[in-house]
């Protein structure tokens, strides 16, 4: 099994570009999520869905919109880069909610706006 | 909103001594997970606690829930190269909450 797969590992952008991050699970999983890590900043949840058709805001949404496409695929997208933006990005799934157990993470998309 | 505090933020060891994590949290907690973080990599997760004063080990790695579930520790005996990493809490909310509030993170340097 391949887990979770993030595509691209890695993109530059420049201010005011858009892009889609990709995510697929292939554990079956219901809920997924995106995160974005910074330095000294920890994880901060962007989007989550908790199941096929579901999405819900995080802590930090704005500037980023996303779509459960199906059961297995959960996307990212910035409609217009900014620098603040960034970051590492994961995405991650578990079969249930979040708090209840383990979350498996993708090896991450490392984005850079200039 | 809820706040975790981890401490330390950095941990710089001799490979052999011991090392402590702890978490923190002003609210009563649902559960807590524990996750790694190799430098580079993603977070993978370690383990999770959800009953009162639970104690888990993993060979020289022992979790412990608080009894009050407001805080837990990761303890590792005799560090090894290969331990390090940044290590992560990350709490569930007692009641309704399907997210988890992760911590800053602890980050262990291991000396040969």
């Known amino acids: 099994n391949a887990g979770v797969t993030q595509t691209p590992k890695f993109q530059v952008l420049k201010t005011g570009q858009s892009m889609t991050l990709q995510c697929a699970q292939d554990m079956n999983h219901n809920s997924m999520y995106w995160y974005r890590q910074d330095p000294g900043m920890g994880l901060r949840l962007i989007y989550y869905s908790a199941s096929e058709g579901t999405t819900d805001k995080g802590e930090v949404p704005n500037g980023y919109n996303v779509s459960r496409l199906n059961k297995r695929e959960f996307s990212l997208r910035l409609e217009s880069a900014a620098p603040s933006q960034t970051s590492v990005y994961?995405?991650?799934s578990s079969p249930g909610q979040?708090?209840?157990?383990?979350?498996?993470?993708?090896?991450?998309s490392r984005l850079t706006v200039l | 909103g809820q706040q975790v505090m981890q401490i330390p933020q950095y941990q710089h060891v001799q490979e052999g001594e011991d090392f402590t994590t702890y978490c923190n949290s002003s609210t009563t907690l649902s559960n807590i997970q524990w996750y790694k973080q190799r430098p580079g990599g993603h977070p993978?997760?370690?383990i999770q606690l959800?009953?009162?004063?639970?104690?888990?080990?993993?060979?020289?790695l022992t979790f412990q829930f608080g009894e009050a579930k407001k805080n837990s520790s990761l303890h590792i005996t005799a560090t090894q190269t290969t331990d390090v990493g940044t290590y992560f809490c990350a709490v569930g909310r007692a009641g309704n909450n399907r997210k988890?509030?992760?911590?800053?993170?602890?980050?262990l340097a291991v000396n040969p």
Not at chain 1, 98 to 108: D, K, M
Not at chain 2, 50 to 60: A, D, L, P, T, W
């Open chain 1, 90 to 92: 994961f995405c991650a």
């Open chain 2, 44 to 46: 993978v997760f370690l």
């Open chain 2, 100 to 107: 988890l509030i992760w911590g800053l993170g602890t980050s």
């Open chain 1, 98 to 108: 979040a708090n209840t157990g383990e979350l498996f993470f993708g090896e991450g």
């Open chain 2, 50 to 60: 959800v009953k009162s004063g639970e104690v888990k080990k993993q060979k020289r």
